[in-house]
């Protein structure tokens, strides 16, 4: 199912950016809808975004909208996950995931990164 | 707070049967939508732990199972093991929402 690989987490001020990055490898990932959960410290998981395998939609969660942007570079097997005015409430770790389904079913994530730790504060 | 719910732990004897229930709504699983369930032991990423309501990938123990009915779903653990001491969470789609939507999650205790 191959592996992915975050990158681009750290610490910074509300209202600044940061734009997180997977990479993939061991699948052909230009193939699939990819995705970012995000889960705060000692807390559960949530749903971020989602880009379709060839970047033509995305989908956000209401948390986010209009504050985040999901792309890909399928040459690079490559998706960012680009995210502005940020807020307490953003700190997290962010996991990406390929997306995996079947005719007439729900989608579901497999694999995931290890992920990367975004922490908003000033 | 989380569109489906969970218990916020479980826990049982070694050996013994654990089960998770994970509560929607007519707007996810009540719409039709599959319900997946995952595991994260501690300080791991979530791994797949059955997709589409009952089924086990690959490598995953049939100690493990899972059913859905109605606006609820639910994962069973039988000979419960120390190694299955983590987080589990149910995940499936809200039409509502438009997006994906996880359960509050349910911490695994052997005693």
């Known amino acids: 199912q191959g592996q992915l690989m975050e990158s681009g987490g750290g610490v910074v001020q509300p209202g600044r950016s940061l734009r997180l990055s997977c990479t993939g490898s061991?699948?052909?990932?230009?193939?699939?809808?990819m995705h970012w959960v995000r889960q705060a410290p000692g807390k559960g998981l949530e749903w971020v975004a989602v880009?379709?395998?060839?970047?033509?939609?995305?989908s956000f969660a209401d948390s986010v909208k209009g504050r985040f942007t999901i792309s890909r570079d399928n040459s690079e097997n490559t998706l960012y996950l680009q995210m502005n005015n940020l807020r307490p409430e953003d700190t997290s770790v962010y996991y990406c995931?390929?997306?995996?389904?079947?005719?007439?079913?729900?989608?579901?994530?497999?694999?995931w990164g290890q992920g990367t730790l975004v922490t908003v504060s000033s | 707070q989380s569109v489906l719910t969970q218990p916020p732990s479980v826990s049982g004897a070694p050996g013994q049967r654990v089960i998770i229930s994970c509560t929607g709504s007519s707007s996810n699983i009540g719409a039709g939508h599959d319900v997946h369930w995952y595991q994260q032991l501690p300080g791991t990423a979530p791994k797949v732990l059955i997709y589409s309501n009952k089924y086990r990938p690959s490598g995953v123990t049939d100690r493990f199972s899972a059913s859905k009915s109605g606006t609820s779903a639910s994962l069973a653990i039988t000979g419960l093991q120390a190694e299955d001491e983590g987080d589990y969470y149910c995940q499936s789609y809200d039409s509502s929402l438009s997006g994906y939507v996880f359960g509050s999650g349910t911490t695994v205790t052997v005693l």
């Open positions: 061991g699948f052909t990932f230009s193939n699939y809808a």
């Open positions: 880009i379709s395998y060839d970047g033509s939609s995305q």
């Open positions: 995931a390929k997306e995996i389904g079947i005719v007439g079913g729900t989608n579901w994530f497999a694999p």
